[in-house]
């Protein structure tokens, strides 16, 4: 079968999942009932790492956010075609500009310690992450709000920003434009509510389970550094009804073959990673599922003025693109997906992954390739001597950087031995993942692993942490042309000018290539089949609010 046919088929099977989210193992009103007295309600899911942090203002790994999205609720919660739903907002005017949002909450909203959940909480939280002394990273995604990026910046007030709660259950929300994925967006962990008296009353508040006080369907009970977090049912949750589990507890062991060897002997009922060795024989023998997901994995070039502190030779390389086009095109990105990852992951040929539908209801990345999914070494090689370094003659030697988690060394050992191919040595550095993090975003790397899987299913998720005055952008791009098309595009109410300019700024990206996008996910996880209901979204997150066990022997 021909690649092109390969990637149709793909397409159309991610397009015809996605939005399923998938519920695994959904049963009847009568099933559910039965399973609540048929098995122990409690779950043992690892995760693989531990969470960077539980401060919803400063989580932005998929571990966290795995967390905060089972213990906190915002004012929609996703449906499973990923659209946004009432969750703390019973309902919501919208003005016929699209500006301006009018919240109206849920009647006796409670926090896990039974303090009242106000609208102000929800203005405090947006504000407080705003603000220039919480550095969160994800600052960037409240510039929606008018007034947002300007408070952010130090160039306006937190008065001027556009979220204001005018009594305790009406919260009104002012966008600086009209952005059709807002709803989506506040069902993100940034957009969830803090309890303002704990968290102005401790400042390690998010550290501590007895100050990790929350408002979803989970409250957490202990949380153990390089351990565990315990979530045990919250009956202060507005939808405690439909919450049937009594325990979920999130383990952090890294390491995936221990993990996996835990799940197969019923220590763990679900877990977050099969190891590659294991993935093709527990899919067929169905100890592992396969779910869409809606992310793409690259690699990040520091292009930053950082990059000279870290090696001002490599440096002065890398800000060449002809260099790091040849690095891109050198990569086999074929051989990477079929004898190293071997997940069912398909080879990148863009930033924007499958699944992201355009207007006219095909996939967005159709209309793009800008790299072939198996090697160019001669295209490789002749653009590192355009560059000046013919056969790779006066390169310094690269440092690659990785975490260990998830069998990324793999990929890592193969795109070295590739790059050899070419004359370009690169060593391979590995870092535990909270320190990985950090390296990361203070771009004290030469060239890093990476990926981003979608916080909404729209191309923009994955462009617009790209613009220059995004924290997310771990390369330190800075192209103002770029800039200037992503924000045409925020502001463009033409679905199908909108995606134009979505394309014009992904032909920038790639052009500059800035990052080396490798491959499209997929996910494959281990969940037992008496694990029931279980949402797994084809944005990285597994939901609990409606699981249950049944059949557990």
Same mark, same amino acid.
């Given at each position: 079968? =021909? ?23 959904? &049963? ?52 499973? =075609? ?11 005017? !919208? ?58 910046? &130090? ?130 023998? &169905? ?35 002809? !260099? ?17 990852? =071997?997940?069912? #992951? ?120 790209? !613009?220059?005055?995004?924290? #997310? ?17 925020? #502001? ?58 049944? &059949? =557990?022997?």
């Amino acid at each position: 079968m =021909k690649t092109i046919k390969v990637k149709k088929l793909c397409a159309v099977a991610l397009a015809a999942t996605l939005g399923l989210s998938i519920l695994t193992g959904c &049963g009847s009103k009568t099933d559910d009932k039965a399973a609540t007295t048929a098995s122990k309600q409690e779950i043992t899911y690892n995760l693989g790492a531990d969470p960077r942090t539980l401060d919803p203002a400063l989580c932005t790994d998929t571990t966290g956010s795995s967390i905060l999205s089972n213990s906190f609720a915002g004012l929609c919660e996703l449906d499973d =075609k990923e659209k946004a739903v009432p969750g703390e907002a019973e309902k919501w005017d !919208v003005s016929d500009d699209k500006l301006t949002y009018t919240f109206h909450l849920k009647k006796d909203l409670k926090w896990s310690n039974g303090d009242p959940v106000k609208a102000s909480d929800y203005e405090y939280e947006w504000k407080r992450l705003l603000n220039p002394e919480t550095a969160s990273e994800y600052a960037y995604q409240l510039y929606y709000l008018k007034g947002g990026q300007a408070y952010n910046e &130090g160039k306006g007030s937190a008065d001027a920003v556009g979220v204001k709660a005018t009594d305790d259950n009406t919260l009104v929300v002012t966008l600086e434009g009209p952005t059709p994925y807002f709803l989506e967006l506040t069902a993100q962990p940034y957009y969830f509510p803090v309890n303002q008296k704990v968290v102005e009353s401790n400042k390690e508040w998010a550290a501590d389970a007895k100050t990790l006080v929350s408002n979803g369907p989970f409250k957490i009970t202990e949380y153990t550094i390089k351990d565990k977090v315990v979530l045990e049912k919250n009956d202060n949750y507005y939808d405690k009804d439909k919450v049937k589990l009594s325990k979920l507890t999130m383990k952090f062991v890294a390491e995936e073959t221990s993990a996996w060897a835990s799940y197969k002997s019923g220590q763990f009922d679900v877990v977050d990673t099969v190891p590659k060795s294991d993935i093709q024989g527990a899919l067929k023998d &169905g100890s592992a599922k396969k779910f869409p997901n809606v992310a793409t994995y690259f690699l990040s070039i520091n292009v930053s003025d950082k990059a000279k502190e870290v090696d001002p030779n490599a440096a002065k390389v890398l800000s060449d693109p002809k !260099v790091r086009k040849a690095l891109s095109i050198a990569i086999d990105r074929k051989a990477i997906v079929e004898n190293v990852t =071997k997940g069912g #992951q398909v080879p990148a040929h863009g930033v924007i992954p499958l699944g992201v539908l355009g207007p006219d209801g095909k996939e967005y990345n159709e209309k793009t390739s800008y790299f072939g999914e198996t090697a160019d070494i001669e295209g490789a090689k002749k653009l590192l001597a355009e560059a000046g370094y013919p056969d790779g003659q006066g390169l310094p030697g690269l440092q690659i950087l990785y975490n260990p988690e998830s069998g990324h060394g793999d990929t890592m050992q193969a795109i070295q031995d590739m790059w050899k191919k070419i004359g370009v040595n690169a060593e391979l550095q590995s870092q535990e993942w909270k320190v990985f993090l950090t390296t990361r975003v203070q771009k004290q790397y030469e060239i890093a692993r990476d990926g981003w899987n979608a916080d909404y299913v729209d191309p923009m998720t994955f462009l617009d942490m790209f !613009v220059s005055t995004s924290a #997310q952008n771990n390369c330190g791009y800075n192209n103002p042309k770029f800039d200037a098309v992503i924000n045409a595009a925020k #502001q463009e109410l033409d679905a199908n000018k909108r995606f134009d300019l979505l394309h014009q700024a992904e032909d920038m990206l790639m052009a500059d290539m800035p990052i080396i996008p490798l491959y499209y996910y997929t996910r494959p996880i281990g969940i037992k089949d008496y694990v029931k209901g279980v949402k797994v979204s084809v944005m990285n997150t597994l939901y609990f609010k409606n699981a249950y066990v049944e &059949g =557990k022997k």
